[in-house]
């Protein structure tokens, strides 16, 4: 999982909200509807979709696909999150938590930010636990003046 664009609610009419807004998205659920998980309904109803397939650990590549998909459908995501019904909106960015580090950093720029507040969504970082292989892959990586994410990693 990279970054997803989450849509729900407890009330949200999700047939509603995909018969006005014509907007390809991944995964359907409705309220009720078993999970995957024996013995479990899914509480909400929503959607989802893909905004980047970039790798768990290449946040400035998720990041940057993110700024793009905003600019191209931050209009209609933005009547989205305002569709009665809809609880949560937000982008959701899976990244690397490396093994070994006390502190990890992600770096949103104010353009990503202001895109995303304009789209009038939230942003979500979840952290999933790596290697300690992926960590010194991703130190080998360069960084840019800024010295965005993989500069911003502090060794134990």
Same mark, same amino acid.
């Given at each position: 999982?990279? &970054?997803?664009? #989450?849509?729900?609610?407890?009330?949200?009419?999700?047939?509603?909200?995909?018969s006005e807004h014509a907007f390809d998205f991944d995964h359907v659920w409705k309220?009720?509807?078993?999970?995957?998980?024996?013995?479990?309904? &899914?509480? /909400?109803?929503?959607?989802?979709?893909?905004?980047?397939?970039?790798?768990?650990?290449?946040f400035d590549q998720q990041v940057a696909d993110a700024t793009e998909f905003l600019?191209?459908?931050?209009?209609?995501?933005?009547?989205?999150?305002?569709?009665?019904?809809?609880?949560?909106?937000?982008?959701?960015?899976?990244?690397?938590? #490396?093994?070994?580090?006390?502190? %990890?950093?992600?770096?949103?720029?104010?353009?990503?930010?202001?895109?995303?507040? /304009?789209?009038?969504?939230?942003?979500?970082?979840?952290?999933?636990? &790596?290697?300690?292989?992926?960590?010194?892959? %991703?130190?080998?990586?360069p960084t840019d003046a800024i010295g965005q994410e993989q500069a911003s990693i502090?060794?134990?």
């Open positions: 999982m990279s &970054c997803v664009l #989450n849509i729900s609610g407890e009330s949200l009419d999700i047939d509603a909200l995909l309220k009720g509807e078993p999970r995957i998980l024996k013995g479990k309904f &899914c509480p /909400t109803s929503g959607a989802n979709v893909l905004v980047s397939d970039a790798e768990i650990d290449d600019e191209k459908y931050g209009a209609v995501i933005a009547k989205i999150a305002s569709f009665p019904g809809v609880e949560f909106a937000g982008l959701d960015f899976g990244v690397a938590l #490396n093994e070994g580090y006390v502190a %990890q950093c992600s770096y949103l720029p104010p353009e990503f930010i202001r895109i995303a507040a /304009t789209s009038g969504i939230s942003v979500e970082i979840s952290h999933y636990a &790596c290697s300690a292989e992926n960590a010194e892959e %991703q130190l080998a990586a502090i060794r134990k």
